[in-house]
């Protein structure tokens, strides 16, 4: 079942590819529609009592241990429901921007979106690590064409930069995969699989070393600080569109693999670290947030603000208590929706006022209300307003925080404020005040972009009030992690 989850996007990239030139987006739209309702129907059969479930497992290369197998337990439920959702209003909101000057063709644009969507369903779904090692590499491809081959001028830097990070982070990945590999090698039963690699036993020294390799490929994929860097230039350059695709969907593989292997498989070295991890974390939310504010071009600022949420991601995972883990994986969830939003309304008010530049935008509320009231929920989303479903997530990261310690439960308080200043300034900027001198009024969103953004603002109400469908298929993953690592879930949300 699962495997026809992966095959439907990557058939749909191969059929885009040859179809004449006026069926390509209604086919590529096709296909991400029939992958959502597979998506829907692969997660009708998912057991909320938990374990992993829906599994394949195959001899891939018998020699090494290796296999093509897949799974899915409550962690990757929930980022393959993401994923579907996500590519339907990115494709939609691409249908004229894949055609601009400056991109590569509607053709190679829905190609590369739905073997973006095939290769991150593919991580989501392995549990054998050599098999993710490889998907999490081919991700790039996709990914690296949709940077350098539509955006703004200097985007060929971007992708250039982007692809360097990506593969220096793939390189330590690769290091460590192996190391676990020998591990179990010498145990007696070389294999790949994660279910074998989780029953070893291995020593503190090698679980460290084994760790900083797996934590600092996914740091850089998450981004979190120091290893950001690239996040910023990519989201200015690229199309909002592509960095919907890249921020929502493919980041969050980075704290996928801090659960699925950092805790999962060295859960001891895991809880050494935790004094660094969280402090990385919080600079991440506060340092974010900070020069978050300080932006000009609209694009980049709300790349900037990732930085901030995913501190907020990784600092649930690593205070190591059941409101904080369940607090993450929510919080992975709700990003995704609330930073679709933000990019996607700028990605429509970019088209009509020809800038990025927030000090040349102003007065756009008076001609388009829809368009602003969107933007603003977006913005009142990330800086976690009560009502909408990032504030659940964001006030259990903070409950968990203050249980690991006051201190650092303080300084993640912080960052709401922070959070509330870039919102409402940059709304307030961009959206209130006298049109600029010389500008024509902006138009309002049309019946397609209202059909985009009208599902996504739903999603956020709804989970904001009603999100116990969603924890309660993340529950059981949270329970059974922290309890295959031997932390305590007193206190808990179970």
């Known amino acids: 079942m699962l495997t026809v989850l992966i095959l439907l996007p990557l058939l749909g990239a191969l059929v885009v590819a040859f179809v004449p030139r006026a069926q390509v987006r209604p086919v590529g739209l096709a296909f991400g529609l029939a992958s959502l309702v597979y998506g829907l129907v692969v997660a009708s059969r998912y057991d909320v009592d938990g374990g992993m ?9 018998e020699a090494m241990g290796v296999h093509y197998a897949l799974g899915l337990d409550g962690l990757g439920l929930m980022m393959v429901l ?49 098999l993710f090692y490889v998907v999490f590499e081919a991700t790039l491809i996709p990914a690296y064409f949709l940077i350098g081959g539509f955006g703004r001028s200097g985007r060929g830097r971007a992708a250039t930069k982007f692809l360097i990070y990506q593969l220096a982070g793939g390189l330590i990945l690769l290091a460590s995969v192996v190391g676990l590999y020998v591990v179990s090698a010498d145990a007696g039963n070389p294999s790949f699989l994660i279910s074998d690699l989780a029953a070893l036993d291995i020593d ?32 200015e350059k690229a199309t909002p569109s592509t960095s919907v695709l890249l921020v929502c969907v493919l980041d969050k593989i980075g704290t996928f693999g801090m659960l699925r292997f950092c805790l999962g498989l060295l859960p001891d070295a895991s809880q050494w670290a935790t004094p660094v991890v969280v402090t990385l974390a919080l600079i991440s939310i506060v340092y974010g947030a900070l ?24 600092l649930g995972i690593f205070v190591f208590n ?32 020809g800038t990025t530049l927030i000090s040349e935008m102003g007065g756009v509320e008076k001609h388009a209300p829809i368009l602003a009231g969107s933007f603003l929920i977006g913005g009142l989303a990330a800086c976690g307003l009560p009502g909408l479903s990032p504030f659940v997530s964001e006030v259990m990261v903070i409950i968990a925080a203050f249980d690991h310690h006051w201190l650092v439960g303080s300084v993640s308080v912080l960052a709401i404020v922070l959070a509330a200043i870039y919102a409402l300034w940059m709304y307030q900027r961009t959206m209130t005040g006298p049109d600029l001198e010389g500008s024509a009024p902006v138009a309002d969103l049309d019946r397609r972009e ?3 953004v009208a599902p996504l603002v739903l999603a956020l109400v709804l989970f904001g009030f009603f999100p116990m469908p969603l924890l309660d ?8 992690s922290l309890t295959s690592v031997g932390i305590s879930l007193e206190g808990g949300h179970q």
Request: glycine share 8%.
């Open 473 to 480: 298929v993340i529950n059981p993953f949270v329970h059974d």
């Open 322 to 353: 059941a409101t904080g883990g369940t607090g993450a994986v929510l919080y992975m969830v709700n990003h995704g929706i609330a930073t679709a939003l933000m990019f996607l309304v700028a990605g429509f008010l970019i088209n009509r006022t």
């Open 53 to 61: 479930q829906m599994t394949e497992t195959h001899t891939w290369i």
């Open 204 to 235: 503190p020294i090698t679980q460290r070393w084994l760790f900083v390799g797996f934590f600092v490929a996914f740091a850089i994929k998450a981004p979190i600080f120091p290893f950001h860097t690239w996040l910023a230039d990519t989201s």
């Open 450 to 452: 209202v059909g985009i």
């Open 82 to 130: 993401l994923t579907v959702a996500i590519v339907p209003p990115v494709m939609l909101a691409s249908w004229k921007e894949s055609e601009s000057p400056a991109g590569g063709g509607a053709r190679s644009f829905f190609a590369w979106v739905l073997a973006l969507e095939a290769m991150s369903l593919a991580v989501y779904t392995a549990t054998d690590v050599l």
């Open 291 to 314: 020069i978050a504010i300080g932006q000009d071009d609209v694009l980049r600022l709300i790349g900037l603000t990732s930085l901030s949420h995913f501190g907020f991601i990784v």
